[in-house]
């Protein structure tokens, strides 16, 4: 699926959408997405909030599981970045890619592996930039819908 292919992702995922993050590639085994890092995304020092990475890494491994289990609810239970080297600041481009480790795509419990990788300008493509984090995400998938009062 590609972006252009569903024009409700700004309603499906405000928060992200608000950013400026267009989605990539959705399939059950991959997702990717980019980023033009802009003032709304920075720290006050103009680097980009490690929160956003968080974010990112949640949102694209949570799609991915989505389409993997059949489009039944899923939930994020453990998300951990990792910052391996400087952060991106206005203007930079930023793309993540979120894959499932095999064995556990379509299952109850997934584990969706996160990069997001670093380009000082330019659109998504096969090239690559320097690693500025990774991540993993555990997720719940085809849970009960529950209310507040546990019905």
């Keep these: ?5 569903s024009p409700g992702m700004a309603a ?5 959408s608000s950013l400026g993050f267009e ?12 980023l033009t890092v802009t003032t709304p995304c920075c720290q006050p020092s103009g680097y980009i909030h490690g929160g956003v990475f968080a974010l990112m890494a949640e949102s694209l491994a949570s799609y991915g599981a989505f389409i993997a289990a059949g489009f039944r609810r899923v939930a994020a239970v ?11 600041s206005a203007a930079a481009a930023v793309h993540g890619e ?20 670093f380009w000082a300008a330019g659109p998504l ?7 500025v984090v990774t991540s993993r995400v555990v ?6 819908r529950r209310t507040l009062w546990g019905t």
Excluded at 23 to 34: A, F, K, L, Q, W
Excluded at 139 to 144: I, K
């Design 1 to 5: 699926m590609r972006p252009e292919d």
């Design 125 to 131: 493509g096969p090239e690559k930039g320097a690693l």
């Design 98 to 117: 979120a894959r499932p480790l095999e064995a556990t795509a379509g299952k109850i419990i997934q584990v969706w592996y996160g990069r997001v990788d």
């Design 139 to 144: 997720l719940v998938c085809d849970f009960p």
């Design 78 to 88: 453990y998300l951990c970045i990792n910052h391996l080297s400087s952060p991106a």
């Design 12 to 16: 499906l995922d405000p928060a992200l």
């Design 23 to 34: 989605y990539g590639d959705m399939s059950p085994e991959r997702v990717t997405g980019r």
